[in-house]
Structure formats: structure tokens, C-alpha cells
């Protein structure tokens, strides 16, 4: 899997290398047991296809084509839109948003105790303080952290 945001390796002299570094993409064992639903059979191609082949006329990368269906893979603003409609209560745009959903995971994440290195792993950040901003503890765990200085802290432990 290509990294969000990933930019082609450039050189002091010359073109850019179109060359991505791959990345492993982990998945837990309720994914992993949707992943069959969802591949419908396919060994190859993208994961996530739209529902129809491309119109004529439409140029895509072989890459971003089911070779065995023709299906294109599904761009990050059907995916917004899919997510949108799903999740809606009060019409369209009042759903999740995959940048929410992506960072809440990384909040109840580091609730769970999982560490700023971790955390980085996970979502692919560089630098610390790109993470940060996203990770907002509730106030329950804020609490909990401070109950950890509190008299009688020892035997809590």
C-alpha cells in the first residue's frame, strides 16, 4: 500500500523517481473477516472497487483496475461520499468523515495506552507534533491519568 501522501523521490539533478515505498497495511481480526465480502473472490487488484467498470473515454493506471472484473478502484471522494450517506442522521454531510473516523481510531488508541511512538506508527505521522493535534483524550482518561498522583496511588497499581 502507497503512504498517505506519498511524493515521488526527487533528486538534486534529474527527473523524480516515480518510485513509492510500500507499506504493510495491518488489520484486526473483525476486518479481516469482512475482507472476503469485500474481495468477492478477487486474488488481485485493488481492495476497494467502485460498482461499475469506467465509462468510455476514461483513462485510468492499470493499477487503479481490477484485472479480473475491469473495476475501478474506489477514488477517496466516492469513498467520503459512501461513508457520508451511511452514516448520515440529519441528510448528506452530516455523516462521518473518513478524517474523523481515521483520527478517532488514534484517540481511543492512545486511551487504550498505546504510545506516541506507536501511535505514530500507526498512522504514518513523522513528527510528533503532527499527531498531537489529533489525540484528544476525553475527560475520563484525563481523569484516570490524574487519579495516578493522587493519595493512595501506590495501591492502585
Not at 473472490?41 to 481490477?66: E, I, M, Q, S
Request: proline share 7%.
Amino acid at each position: 500500500m502507497k503512504s498517505k501522501g506519498a511524493k515521488p523521490r526527487t533528486r538534486r539533478r534529474g527527473p523524480a523517481h516515480h518510485e513509492h515505498a510500500l507499506e504493510i497495511v495491518y488489520w484486526d481480526a473483525g476486518t479481516a473477516r469482512l475482507l472476503p465480502r469485500l474481495i468477492k473472490g478477487r486474488t488481485r487488484g485493488p481492495v476497494f472497487v467502485t460498482h461499475r467498470r469506467p465509462g468510455p473515454g476514461k483513462y485510468l493506471a492499470d493499477r487503479d483496475l481490477c484485472p479480473d472484473t475491469g473495476l475501478a478502484r474506489l477514488s477517496y471522494d466516492q469513498a467520503r461520499d459512501l461513508l457520508d450517506t451511511a452514516t448520515a442522521i440529519d441528510g448528506p454531510g452530516t455523516g462521518w468523515d473518513l478524517h474523523e473516523l481515521r483520527h478517532s481510531g488514534l484517540t481511543h488508541l492512545g486511551e487504550s495506552g498505546a504510545s506516541l511512538l506507536e501511535l505514530m506508527a500507526k498512522s504514518r505521522h513523522r513528527k510528533a507534533e503532527n499527531l498531537r493535534r489529533y489525540f484528544k483524550p476525553s475527560p475520563q482518561a484525563m481523569r484516570d491519568l490524574t487519579a495516578l498522583l493522587g493519595p493512595g496511588a501506590d495501591r492502585r497499581r
